[in-house]
C-alpha cells in the first residue's frame, strides 16, 4: 500500500504562562509524540476523549496550526518544511471539514460563493467553468442547483455540513481531514452525512482522517482507527482487530460503551474511574495508570512502549510485554 501521510515525532506544547511577566511556567502537551500513518485512499479514523489532541492533530496536518516538534510528510516532502510559496501550491491537496457547520460558513457569502471560494483563492478555471464546477459539487453532495444563490442560514444543519464537504471537495483534494464532521448534528442526519461521506470516498478514491471522540460513529467508516489518550496514541489497529480483539484497556473501556448486537464482542460496561487527568500534569508511567482497570506496579513508573503486537496492530501497554 501507497503512504499518503506520515506523521513522525509530532508534538504541539501550548505554554502556560503566569505572572506580570507572563513566565512560562509549564506546558499542556496538547500532543505528544504521535506517530502513524495513512495509506492512500483508505479512511483513518481517530478518536478519543476531547482533550485528548485529536483535533490538535488534525490542524496540525491541514497546517492551521504550526506544530512545536515533529515532521509531517505529505507524498514523502515534510509539509513543515515548505516556504509560503511552496505551502500555498500544496493547500489545495489537503482540505479539512469542521464539526460546527453553523459557524464555518461566513453568513453574509451565498452558497455558490462559499464553494466557488478556493477555485478562486487557487486561480482554478475561468469564471464561468467554475460556476459549472459549483453546479456540480452541488449535486455530488445531495444539494440543488437553484441553492446556488442562497445564504447559509437558509440551511439545516445537515444541509449545511453538504456545503461544507462541497467547499472541500472543489479542489480535488487528496486528504480530507473530517474533525467531528457529524457531531453537531441531529442523530437522526447524522447517518445521512457519513453516508454521504463513505459515497463519496468511494466515488473519487479519497483518503480521510475522520476524528472522532464516538467509537460507534467511525465504525462503518473506517479501514483503520487510532485511539489516543492525552496526547498520546495508544492503540492502532484495523478496524476489526480494534472491534473485535481490542488490545489496551482504555480502548476497551471506549467500546464497551457502543451498543452492539455482535455476540462476540463483549457486553460488559468498563466504567472508568476519575476524569481525565490534566495534560499539564500528565501522570508519570503510562498515562492510563490513573484510570486503568488492569494497573500494575511497573505502570506507575515506565512509560509502556508503542510496540506492534500483530501484524498491523499496535499498542502501547505493559500487558504484552
Ligand atoms: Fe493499564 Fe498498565 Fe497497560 Fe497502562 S500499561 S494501560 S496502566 S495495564
Redo the contacts with the bound molecule.
Sequence with gaps: KEILLEVKGLKKYFPIKKGLLRKTVNHVKAVDNLNFSIFKGEVFGLVGESGCGKTTTGRMIVRLLEPTEGEVLFEGNNILELNQQELRKKRKDFQIVFQDPFASLNPRMTIGEIIEEPLVIFNQLEAKQRKERVKELLQVVGLKEEHMDRFPHEFSGGQRQRIGIARALALNPKLIVADEPVSALDVSIQSQVLNLLKDLQKRFALTYLFISHDLSVIKHLCDRIGVMYLGRMVELAPKKDLYYEPL???TRSLLSAVPTTNRRAKKERIILSGDVPSPANPPSG?P??TR?P???EI?KVQR?EFRQVNNGHYVA???YE
Excluded: A, D, Q
Design positions: 489496551h484497556p482504555y503510562c492510563f495508570h486503568c488492569e494497573v500494575m505502570c509502556p501497554c505493559h500487558l
